[in-house]
């Protein structure tokens, strides 16, 4: 069993940056592959990153080149860095934990986190 809480969400404006952390508890958190989606506003669900337990990342198209997925497995973190932020990044960030290594599919993933307000203006 895996918990998971974000937290660093806010109001920016574009071009502003953040950093999202998602801690997890659970002995076996290094053993998870994890991930950030968002959903905006009467849109689906989406993928945004996501990171191996060896460390491995891969991105949306969206978002590649202006954020940064990490974890550190000691501490049972993992963070998002978003720079150059744009209005339609605006969306509940949610941090996900799954058995499934470097998947972009959130039924892939078993554990989500509540989710964090991420809203950006122009």
């Known amino acids: 069993q895996v918990q998971l809480a974000e937290s660093g969400g806010g109001l920016v404006q574009a071009g502003d940056s953040l950093r999202l952390s998602c801690v997890g508890t659970?002995?076996?958190?290094?053993?998870?592959?994890m991930a950030w989606f968002r959903q905006a506003p009467g849109k689906e669900r989406e993928f945004v990153a996501t990171i191996t337990w060896g460390g491995s990342t891969s991105y949306a198209g969206s978002v590649k080149g202006r954020f940064t997925i990490s974890r550190d497995n000691f501490k049972n973190t993992v963070t998002l860095q978003m720079n150059s932020l744009k209005p339609e990044d605006t969306a509940v960030y949610y941090c996900?934990?799954?058995?499934?290594?470097?998947?972009?599919?959130?039924?892939?993933?078993?554990?989500w986190g509540q989710g964090t307000q991420v809203t950006v203006s122009s």
């Open positions: 996900a934990a799954g058995k499934v290594m470097g998947s972009g599919l959130s039924s892939s993933y078993t554990y």
């Open positions: 659970g002995r076996t958190f290094g053993a998870y592959g």
